[in-house]
Structure formats: structure tokens, C-alpha cells
T-cell receptor, first 112, second 112 residues
Framework: NAGVTQTPKFQVLKTGQSMTLQCAQD?????MYWYRQDPGMGLRLIYY???????DKGEVPNGYNVSRLNKREFSLRLESAAPSQTSVYFC???????????FGPGTRLTVT | QKEVEQNSGPLSVPEGAIASLNCTYS??????FFWYRQYSGKSPELIMF????GDKEDGRFTAQLNKASQYVSLLIRDSQPSDSATYLC????????????FGQGTILTVHP
């Protein structure tokens, strides 16, 4: 039981490049989330998927797209990376009967 | 006004003292409240949650909720250097899919 896994752990991109961050959970959770964390800003929600087949924007969706591939997997895509997207990205999942969101280990992304 | 506000600190307390972390929220419809701990370079992990007015104790940790004042706090008794971390307050506004809004976090340092 690995919980929530994310790949890659680290990534350096040049401005304008694209990439996809992968997230998978093995807890049979319905809901999944993508956050970014910047110094002093806490966790800000980018996109979420309340259940398989649905996705919705969070607080800071501009510059990102998501895909809920199946119940286990939820990916985050940066189509044209910008330095402002330099951040640590966390994926999380939630499902009954748990009350908590479980977080993956994070992806540290630098855009130069 | 931010939906969830915390004093970013840093809060510095001596070993053995009580650390008091505070959080206010703006949405009166908020139903459940979470405290996460995040060590530097790691992902957040749940300490405890509370949804009824009053106190909830778990070992050295006590969460306090006052819905009339829209205020939730976390007390850490007998603080240890290993408690040094960022503490994130999060609020669930009653969604059925676990969506949380996070504060910016309070940095706690416990010095020997």
C-alpha cells in the first residue's frame, strides 16, 4: 500500500517547455487534488476532481490543465511553463471513510 | 480577507512550554477543521481534526474550536524540538468530497 505517489520528484524546465506531473493513489479514493506551495503562501488549490470523470478549477488554475485518467490517476499538465510556476506541487486524495486528505511526497519544479 | 488566516510566525517557544497556534476563518458555513504538520521538505501530515465546539485532546495536542468567533486553535503541551515544523490550518466548508482551504501556515521553532 504505497498511498499517494508522484513523479517526478524534481524537474527543471526552460520557459515555454511543457510537462506532465503524474499522481496515483491506491486507497480507492474518489477525490483527488493538485496544490502548489510557495514560501509563505500555504497550499493553494490548482484543480481538483471530486470523482472519476469530473474536474474543477481551484484557486489558481491559470496555466494548468488536468486529466482524471481513471479512479487511481490524476495528472497535471503545464503547457507552456513560466518562471512564476516555479513551486512545489503536491497531489492529495480523499475518500470515505477517512476524514483526511493524504498527500504525496511532492514535486519540486524549477522553471528558468 | 483571506478565507483562512494564520499568523505566519515564526513562533519560538522553549522546550517543555506550551505552544499556541491560532487560525481564523471567514465562512460561517465551515463544518470541519484540520491541523496538519509539515516538516521542511516533506509533505503535510494530519495531526488532528475537530468539528464540534469545544476542545479535543490527542496526546500532547489539543484542538479548540469556537464557531461563534470563527476561531480554531492548536495547543502543543510539553513542546519538543521535534515539534519544530510548519503547522497548517485547513477548513472544510461542508463539501461531500473533502475539499479543503488552507491557511498560509505558522512556523514553530522549539528551542532546547
Amino acid at each position: 500500500n504505497a498511498g499517494v505517489t508522484q513523479t517526478p520528484k524534481f524537474q527543471v524546465l526552460k520557459t515555454g517547455q511543457s510537462m506532465t506531473l503524474q499522481c496515483a493513489q491506491d486507497m480507492n479514493h474518489n477525490s483527488m487534488y493538485w496544490y502548489r506551495q510557495d514560501p509563505g503562501m500555504g497550499l493553494r488549490l490548482i484543480y481538483y476532481s471530486a470523482s472519476e470523470g469530473t474536474t474543477d478549477k481551484g484557486e489558481v488554475p491559470n496555466g494548468y490543465n488536468v486529466s482524471r485518467l481513471n479512479k487511481r490517476e490524476f495528472s497535471l499538465r503545464l503547457e507552456s511553463a513560466a518562471p512564476s510556476q516555479t513551486s512545489v506541487y503536491f497531489c492529495a486524495s480523499w475518500g470515505i471513510p477517512s476524514y483526511e486528505q493524504y498527500f504525496g511526497p511532492g514535486t519540486r519544479l524549477t522553471v528558468t | 480577507q483571506k478565507e483562512v488566516e494564520q499568523n505566519s510566525g515564526p513562533l519560538s517557544v522553549p522546550e517543555g512550554a506550551i505552544a499556541s497556534l491560532n487560525c481564523t476563518y471567514s465562512d460561517r458555513g465551515s463544518q470541519s477543521f484540520f491541523w496538519y504538520r509539515q516538516y521542511s521538505g516533506k509533505s503535510p501530515e494530519l495531526i488532528m481534526f475537530i468539528y464540534s465546539n469545544g476542545d479535543k485532546e490527542d496526546g500532547r495536542f489539543t484542538a479548540q474550536l469556537n464557531k461563534a468567533s470563527q476561531y480554531v486553535s492548536l495547543l502543543i503541551r510539553d513542546s519538543q524540538p521535534s515539534d519544530s515544523a510548519t503547522y497548517l490550518c485547513a477548513v472544510n466548508r461542508g463539501t461531500s468530497y473533502g475539499k479543503l482551504t488552507f491557511g498560509q501556515g505558522t512556523i514553530l521553532t522549539v528551542h532546547p
